[in-house]
Nanobody, 118 residues
Framework: QVQLVESGGGLVQAGGSLRLACAASGRTLRNTFTGWFRQSPRKEREFVASIRWAGVTTYTDSVKGRFTISRDDAKNTFYLQMNSLESEDTAVYYC????????????WGQGTQVTVSS
């Protein structure tokens, strides 16, 4: 059974930083896409960032230059470093992985709350 467990969320002031981690079990991260999504009240879940097994990264425009996604396949964990946080970044953040080449986002974590106070 594949499980993803997020950690690192919390309350931070605007301009501060947080680092989220997503630990996977039940499946190796090798040959998977790993990504972060977020959902704030009254909004749909939105894509934040992803990193492929080859290290290629993609970011939504609103976080470019502030967030960095990384992964450590040896630890079966991936991360989202969030700097210069803004109140608009307040949301529940979810990590996700696909199930190998050609598949969509398949497995999801339970979510971790990030609250940025202005």
């Amino acid at each position: 059974q594949v499980q993803l467990v997020e950690s690192g969320g919390g309350l931070v002031q605007a301009g501060g930083s947080l680092r989220l981690a997503c630990a996977a079990s039940g499946r190796t991260l090798r040959n998977t896409f790993t990504g972060w999504f977020r959902q704030s009240p009254r909004k749909e879940r939105e894509f934040v960032a992803s990193i492929r097994w080859a290290g290629v990264t993609t970011y939504t425009d609103s976080v470019k230059g502030r967030f960095t996604i990384s992964r450590d396949d040896a630890k079966n964990t991936f991360y989202l470093q969030m700097n210069s946080l803004e109140s608009e970044d307040t949301a529940v953040y979810y990590c996700s992985i696909n199930n190998g080449p050609g598949t969509s986002w398949t497995y999801w974590g339970q979510g971790t709350q990030v609250t940025v106070s202005s």
